[in-house]
């Protein structure tokens, strides 16, 4: 074989080793973005039907596409036939065929999504409620105060969850139409507004779990992410006690500058931090800012360098952010003194 006649077999071959290794790209283990995880309940019972209803379309497909590969070859024209062969208009037999069975196998396939879609609506008795309020671009996880029902303890962007217990989010939105999704425990829900949709998963195990928006809601969409921390029960406990807590600031030095800096500024008009005058709720919810591990809807590590990036140039992070620049009328400086203070809200 020549060099020429080589290259011209590899460039036949290309899409169909492009193919195969974007198929074998989707065979990680451990992907946030798997669906199909053992992680959730929902997860696992999705995956329960996802299964058996792929195999059918698999077998239906091989079966559909072999008939019609016999038949081209089969009956294909051979040398020296030149008269057209016998044509035939409808045949009873084979069309009510071809209507009953794929009818019986939808039925078949109806019955387990049926029940599985049953099952994933109910929600059980010791499900604990947590409020989801979407908007652009962050998601807002609410719950009861464990002392006072009444009173609700606001978090944004990272969501603690009781490891091994039902989770049943109530799902909203301030805007426009988002996606409440979690990859590895459940399956979407959307967040449309003036509507309460409901999704119940449980995390079967302790961990980290990724989430973010699902349904295009412009400008920093692709940015509007969260985190869901599944943790033991009585770690979840303290966890929410301590995030119903009036904020514990270190008021010296330069953090003690940024409060005031804080509490004198326009932040306090979108920005709540519970115990202080700060009552704004349109912008996340500061009070225990020091204990979160990302800002900007887990866009950047929190770390003081990435708080003064942000309240410099919101913008230039993630597009059309509502929070405006502080670059240009506080002094680097001062906007160091505000992310030191913040960072002292454990
Ligand atoms: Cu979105």
Redesign the pocket.
């Known amino acids: 074989m020549g060099a020429r006649s080589r290259f011209i077999t590899l460039i036949r071959l290309a899409p169909l080793l492009l193919t195969l290794a974007l198929l074998a790209g989707g065979c990680t283990t451990n992907d946030p973005y798997d669906t199909l995880t053992d992680f959730g309940d929902h997860s696992k019972t999705v995956r329960g039907l996802f299964w058996p209803v792929l195999w059918v379309a698999i077998f239906v497909f091989f079966a559909v596409e072999g008939l019609l590969l016999f038949t081209m070859i089969r009956f294909r024209r051979r040398g020296g036939e030149r008269q057209m062969p016998k044509q035939t208009h409808g045949n009873t037999r084979l069309e009510v065929g071809w209507t009953i069975v794929p009818s019986l196998v939808l039925a078949i396939i109806a019955v387990p999504t049926i029940s599985t879609i049953v099952d994933l609506a109910r929600t059980p008795q010791n499900a604990l409620q947590v409020r989801v309020v979407a908007r652009q ?1 962050w998601f807002e996880f609410i719950y009861a105060d464990p002392a006072d029902p009444n009173r609700a303890v606001s978090v944004a962007s990272e969501a603690h969850i009781p490891a091994g217990r039902p989770i049943h989010w109530t799902i909203e939105s301030e805007d426009v139409i ?2 409440f999704w979690v990859p590895n425990l459940a399956g979407k829900q959307d967040a449309v507004p003036g509507k309460k949709n409901d999704l119940v998963f449980t995390a079967r195990q302790p961990g980290v779990y990724h989430g973010e ?5 412009l400008d920093s ?1 692709a940015l ?1 992410r969260f985190i869901v921390i599944a943790e033991p029960e009585g770690q979840f406990n303290t966890w929410l006690q301590g995030q119903a807590q009036s904020a514990t600031a270190r008021t010296t030095g330069s953090a003690g500058r940024g409060q005031e800096l804080f509490l004198g500024n326009a932040c306090i008009g979108c920005h709540a931090i519970e115990g202080s005058a700060a009552q704004g709720r349109t912008a996340p919810n500061l009070t225990h800012f020091g204990s979160r591990v990302s800002l900007a809807g887990n866009r950047l590590e929190n770390t003081p360098e990435n708080v003064v990036r942000w309240v410099t140039n919101p913008q230039q992070l993630k597009p059309g952010a509502k929070m405006p620049a502080f670059g240009g009328t506080l002094s680097e400086e001062d906007i160091k003194a505000i992310a030191d203070y913040l960072h002292s809200l454990k």
Request: glycine content about 0%.
């Open positions: 671009w988002h996606s928006c699902a349904e295009y809601c969409h509007m």
